[in-house]
């Protein structure tokens, strides 16, 4: 539980900024209105994670398989060797949600899908259309508990969410349980749009980490943090 995965990549300090890491076990919940850039943060950190050794499961509500490899290059994050070599798995899985008559039937075959928790890290993005408005106590504490036990075993488990479009109570449990809480924002700064990642949280964090890391994303260049801060 004291390891650090390294999300270093070269010409990127987001890796220095978090701490010089995520920690192993850690429940990260990214938070963000739509446009945010919640996606484009939670593929940084995936692309960080496969670079340094680490397999990783993806799963997207918004992307099919070839839509998620052209996002991630025109990023410059080429992926598909870590797909070839089978470190990275991908599920796009809206086309399952149609399929299934409630969120609490697709809650329990995700968790009951080992495949999807057998890597380092399981990224989920997003959340909401898993855990609706209508889903139960229930169902979410059985989800709940498996993301701690994948702590447990020194798995990082992260989730994306719309917290405009989630109850608030649900977004609360889910704000208790995580070890690692970020909040997007856009902010209008000199005329111009600034995303900017706020850390809320961070139980286990290692070493000195930035309350407040403003970034932009540019085609082929990808996830890039800004030097001055975003008011």
Do not use: C
Not at 45 to 71: A, D, K, M, R
């Amino acid at each position: 539980m004291g390891e650090l995965l390294s999300i270093a990549i070269k010409n990127d300090e987001l890796h220095r900024r978090l701490g010089g890491g995520i920690p192993a076990g850690s429940i990260v919940l990214i938070e963000g209105d739509r446009g945010s850039g919640k996606s484009v943060f939670s593929q940084r950190l995936l692309y960080g994670f496969l670079s340094n050794g680490h397999s990783v499961s993806y799963l997207s509500s918004q992307y099919t398989t070839v839509e998620f490899i052209n996002q991630m290059y025109s990023l410059g994050y080429e992926i598909i060797p870590f797909l070839i070599r089978r470190k990275l798995l991908f599920v796009s899985f809206y086309p399952l949600l149609s399929a299934l008559s409630s969120e609490e039937k697709f809650l329990s075959r995700l968790i009951n899908e080992p495949r999807i928790w057998e890597p380092d890290v399981i990224i989920i993005d997003a959340i909401n259309p898993i855990i609706g408005k209508r889903v139960s106590d229930s169902a979410l504490r059985m989800f709940t508990e498996h993301m701690k036990k994948m702590s447990s075993l020194g798995k990082v488990t992260m989730l994306t969410v719309n917290e405009k479009e989630m109850d608030e109570d649900l977004l609360l449990k889910l704000e208790e349980i995580s070890t690692l809480l970020i909040r997007l924002q856009v902010k209008v700064f000199g005329g111009d749009l600034k995303n900017s990642a706020m850390i809320i949280k961070y139980n286990n964090a290692k070493g000195l980490f930035q309350r407040i890391i403003p970034f932009r994303v540019e085609p082929k260049v990808g996830f890039i943090v800004e030097i001055a801060t975003v008011v």
